[in-house]
């Protein structure tokens, strides 16, 4: 894939030792939303949250106006760092506007959202080859749209690139903005791509930042769940491989993310 002062007080007190067990609690909390976006079936439907609005239904179109502005510049320029980087940005905003406004509701409306955050990865790819330094702040949005579309993705494979483009989006991120946030999320994220030993190496540069002993093993043993999650995504792409090259060409078996049951947030 950020302090307030002493005097500010809270509700709870946090102070001394609970102060540190509140933070780890939550990047742990963003840590398992992330593994548990990635094995929940179908896109989030924020809308049942929030509600929704015509606005984001404005906003959405005003994004996909500003996309085609940007790619009609581009045409001129092709290849120009900054266009691509805001073109690369207006179809993460449509898809998050989409998102947020329930198209994760319907089937229409989740094929949408997949083909916004597609365009927004060829952008994406487009905007690494043409920048001399890749924008920690684009890669901070890019990650977790690239994410997300692993998570619509038809098939295991398909799954598979998008979530290895996350993991190298978020180690943009990690390396330029060092934390603990950064590094666990990058463990996640690698650790999707069955590459274990980098994802252990990102776990590790992440519990340097933990202030405590209690801080470093729950990060710790929380990976671990979230790593059986990633191993059981493993022998699913076997078994969607080996079907495939039994089939003769026929259609895939459905992504393998689904049907994975969500890592639970509420402990036990």
Not at 68 to 93: F, Q, S, V, Y
Not at 113 to 133: F, I, M, R, T
Not at 251 to 263: D, K, R
């Amino acid at each position: 894939m950020a302090q307030g002062s002493n005097e500010h007080r809270m509700v709870f007190d946090i102070r001394g030792r609970r102060r540190h067990v509140v933070k780890v609690v939550y990047a742990l909390l963003a840590i398992l939303m992330a593994g548990s976006l990635f094995l929940v079936t179908g896109a989030i439907n924020i809308n049942s949250i929030f509600g929704a609005s015509s606005s984001f239904e404005s906003a959405a179109a005003s994004f996909e106006k500003q996309a085609t502005n940007i790619e009609a510049k581009l045409a001129k320029t092709p290849g120009d760092e900054n266009l691509l980087a805001n073109l690369t940005r207006a179809r993460i905003n449509a898809a998050n506007s989409m998102i947020t406004n329930g198209a994760g509701a319907s089937q229409s409306g989740t094929e949408e959202v997949k083909h916004q955050l597609a365009l927004a990865s060829e952008d994406w790819s487009k905007y690494l080859e043409a920048a001399k330094e890749p924008s920690e702040g684009l890669a901070l949005q890019a990650a977790p749209a690239l994410f997300q579309l692993a998570q619509l993705a038809s098939s295991g494979q398909e799954a598979l690139e998008n979530v290895k483009a996350a993991s190298e989006a978020q180690k943009i991120v990690a390396e330029k903005r060092p934390s603990l946030n950064s590094y666990s999320t990058l463990a996640i994220y690698t650790v999707f791509t069955q590459n274990y030993k980098a994802a252990k190496e990102a776990l590790e540069k992440a519990t340097k930042y933990a202030n405590t002993k209690f801080e470093r093993e729950s990060l710790e043993n929380k990976f671990e769940e979230v790593e059986k999650n990633a191993k059981e995504f493993a022998k699913r792409l076997k078994i969607e491989k080996a079907s495939n090259s039994q089939s003769s060409g026929k259609e895939s078996l459905e992504n393998p993310i689904q049907g994975l049951g969500g890592t639970s947030l509420g402990g036990g």
